[in-house]
Structure formats: structure tokens, C-alpha cells
């Protein structure tokens, strides 16, 4: 007979099981309000592995009782998504489809277009999960009609109550009495880097395997040598405060530093956070004072993707060191902050008219014509025009930077601008 991991075996049935995340699983949090409500809406949930996407839409569905169909976007079709749907003309749906739909990056935009209609009409209830950004690779239709929450990744702390929990769970399971020292629970908590599926297999086969006296040698047998050298501290927190103080070396210029946080994060086992950081550092800290920088990385962590760890150091090395001693300029990511202040604001309902879709007026409009000026029509390819919206039609929200990149185009567009 094959059985199933722990962390299914174990898998909650109430939010307050659940660890991690307190604002969304905690006495009182959003999940509880939701289904207390009665009234369950359309859920994008994104996060890394193991922090409870599946188990939250689980719970979800049974407190509404409501049939949850859980579909893979990296195999599903939109015959597995019609299916689900039939459902809802069966006497199992009559209390509603909850249709789980795991990464959701997978489908293509076709594929999420299809689901909209069924969202609509309420013939299915979608929660969507992704470990990606979701405003990157989601529908925007589809995410308007939702609502997004944000699965963090579960610290050590918040880990040793679910240990705790596990030796429970197996001495009751198999009738054994179930030990586990406390620094080899430390060791597992810190070892699970945020996931709590990967705390529970590496638990398991150290049970497994010590007769059920857990020690820290014995949990070691399980653990990769560059996972457990010490990347997270044993609050959880050293683990961010090492990736702040790599990307603050680097916008500080200092490449010694730089390095040893890298080499840090990496003996930590963190691929993945030296990868999404290394590459924001580069839009963020040195933009437009170097714009290859972003390219250049981009290639270094396609490189390191590819090799993983211990050779993909080399590459994010290569990268690290480029990055601490490039100029340094965030006049985009300001530009951006300030605009965006506006939009959260309401400024800039609508573009002006010149800037919209060409469109027919009909024959009562007092205003005839789009009265758009293509540029490449005019002498070096500029003609000056209204572009933001009538509201903030002055607003100024890039400055160009002191670097000479930036400086060099200030100084091309100064003299077009200025000469017309």
C-alpha cells in the first residue's frame, strides 16, 4: 500500500492548523471573515511552495460546501476546465463549483479568457494560485474580478509549533513515542527555507529513519551540507536581513561586501532569492546610469538557473561585481514611485483624445478627428504635444540623472526641444 507524504497526511482542516501568514489564517483573519461571511469571491493566491495555497482553498471549499475541483494549469486543458463546469448542471454542484486552479501562469491568455464568462455568472468560483507575480502573468481580466492575497514564506518560528504538532501526529498514527531534540527541531524549521512541505518530508525521513528518536545527526543525514550552514538566523528574519544588506552593498559601490552577502544567501541554499533580488537591483540601484546592467544580469541568472547550485555562484558573482561597481542611478524606479502616487490618488482618468484609439466621432460629435501628430513626421522625429492626461498635463515626474548616460541624453533633448 502506498502512503501518502505527511505533509497530506496531515493536511489542515481549520485555519487556526495552519502556520505562518497570521493576517490571513490568524483568530480573526481575512480567511476566517470570508467564510464566515457566506460569501466566498474569486481569489488570486500567490506565494512560494508550501506556505498553503492548496490547504486554504481546501478549507475554503468545505466551510462553504461548495465541490472543489482541483485543476494543474501545467497539464490541464480547457476540456479539463469545460468538465469542471458540467459539474455545475449535476446535483454535486447545486451548492456551487469551487474549481482550484494551481500555477496559473501556465494557461495562456486564451486559456484564462475562457474561464471569464463562467466567473461571471457565477457558474464556478475561481481560486487561482501562482508562484509567480500574478500582475505579470495573470489576465488582467481575470484578476480584476478578484481578489489577490499575498502567501508569505512561513519562518522558523512559526514552523516549530508545526514539528511540534508532527511528532504528535505519528506517535497517534503508527503508536510509537515520537522524540525530537530541540535543535534538530531548529534545524528542520530552518532547513524548510519557508516551505512547510519541505519541513514536514525532511521530518518524516528523519523519523523514519532514527526509530523515532530525532536528533540532530540523524536529521542531518537529510539536510544538503549547503542548506544547513547557516543562511537563516533562528528567528527567520537573518535570512532578509542578508538580502537587505547585499542589495544595500551593492547600491553603496562596495564589491567586498557585496560578495560575502552573496556567498551568504547562497550557503543558505537560496538560489532563488539571490536571483529575484540581483535582478531588481539592477532596475532599481543602477537603471538608466547603466542600462546593459539589467541585460547583462538577466543573462548571468538565466546562466545560474541553468547550472544551479554549487556552479550557478559563478555567473551571480559575475553579476554582483558588475552591479557594485557600475554607476549607480534610480531616476526611473523615483520617476515610477511619483507617478504612481498619482494614479493611487485618481489623477489622469483618461489619456487626451489624441493619444486614444483612432475612432469614429459620429455625425453629431462637435469634435472631428483624432488630431494625433506622428512624430516621425517631423524633423528628428519630434513634434511637441499634450500627452498626459488634462488633469496632471504638467506634471513632471523623471529628472534625469548625473550620470553621464543620462546626462548625454538630457543634453540631445534639451537641443531638439528648445530649437523648435
Known amino acids: 500500500m502506498i502512503q501518502r507524504p505527511l505533509a497530506d497526511r496531515m493536511r489542515p482542516t481549520e485555519f487556526s492548523q495552519m502556520v505562518g501568514n497570521e493576517s490571513l489564517f490568524g483568530q480573526g483573519g481575512v480567511f476566517q471573515k470570508i467564510t464566515n461571511s457566506g460569501k466566498i ?9 508550501g506556505t498553503g495555497k492548496t490547504t486554504a482553498a481546501g478549507i475554503v471549499a468545505s466551510k462553504a460546501d461548495m465541490t472543489l475541483v482541483r485543476l494543474n494549469a501545467t497539464t490541464a486543458t480547457l ?8 459539474q455545475t448542471q449535476t446535483f454535486e454542484g447545486t451548492n456551487g463549483i469551487l474549481l482550484y486552479l494551481d500555477e496559473i501562469q501556465y494557461f495562456n491568455k486564451k486559456q484564462q479568457q475562457s474561464l471569464l464568462e463562467f466567473m461571471e455568472d457565477g457558474r464556478i468560483t475561481l481560486i487561482a494560485s501562482t ?12 484578476l480584476s474580478r478578484s481578489v489577490v492575497f499575498e502567501f508569505k514564506p512561513i519562518n522558523e518560528m512559526d514552523m516549530l509549533p508545526l514539528i511540534e504538532r508532527a511528532c504528535k501526529f505519528i506517535s497517534q498514527e503508527q503508536n510509537i513515542h515520537v522524540t525530537i531534540s530541540e535543535d534538530a527541531a531548529r534545524i528542520i524549521a530552518r532547513s524548510g527555507a519557508g516551505d512547510a512541505r519541505r519541513v514536514l518530508n525532511i521530518f518524516e525521513n528523519a523519523c523514519t529513519y532514527s526509530g523515532g528518536n530525532i536528533t540532530e545527526e540523524s536529521v542531518k543525514a537529510f539536510i ?20 537587505s544588506a547585499y542589495q544595500k552593498s ?13 556567498a551568504k544567501i547562497l ?24 542600462p546593459q546592467a539589467a541585460a ?4 548571468c541568472v538565466e546562466s545560474a538557473r541553468s547550472l544551479g547550485l554549487p556552479e550557478a555562484a559563478i555567473p551571480l558573482a559575475n553579476a554582483t561585481i ?7 542611478s534610480n531616476s526611473a524606479n523615483a520617476a515610477y514611485e511619483k507617478a504612481m502616487e498619482d494614479v493611487a490618488n485618481g489623477k489622469g482618468p483618461e489619456p487626451p483624445r489624441q493619444l486614444r484609439n483612432t475612432h469614429y466621432d459620429g455625425v453629431n460629435s462637435n469634435e472631428k478627428g483624432q488630431n494625433y501628430k506622428y512624430p516621425h513626421n517631423y524633423k528628428n522625429h519630434y513634434v511637441k504635444q499634450q500627452y498626459l492626461p488634462d488633469d496632471i498635463k504638467d506634471a513632471k515626474y523623471y529628472e534625469y540623472g548625473e550620470n553621464k548616460i543620462e546626462q548625454t541624453a538630457k543634453a540631445y533633448w534639451d537641443l531638439i526641444k528648445n530649437n523648435i
Open 250 to 262: 551593492i547600491r553603496g559601490s562596495d564589491p567586498d561586501a557585496a560578495i560575502f552577502y552573496l
Open 131 to 142: 508562484t509567480e507575480n500574478p500582475y505579470f502573468y495573470v489576465y488582467n481580466a481575470v
Open 322 to 328: 558588475m552591479l557594485a561597481t557600475a554607476p549607480k
Open 296 to 299: 547583462i544580469t538577466y543573462a
Open 41 to 49: 469571491p474569486n481569489m488570486v493566491m500567490f506565494g512560494p511552495p
Open 79 to 86: 476540456s479539463d476546465v469545460r468538465a469542471a463546469i458540467e
Open 224 to 243: 544538503p551540507e549547503i542548506v544547513g550552514m547557516g543562511g537563516f538566523d533562528k528567528a527567520g528574519d537573518g535570512h532578509y536581513d542578508l538580502l
Open 267 to 290: 550557503a543558505g541554499g537560496d538560489l532563488l532569492s539571490a536571483i529575484r533580488r540581483i535582478q531588481v537591483i539592477a532596475s532599481e540601484d543602477i537603471g538608466l546610469a547603466y
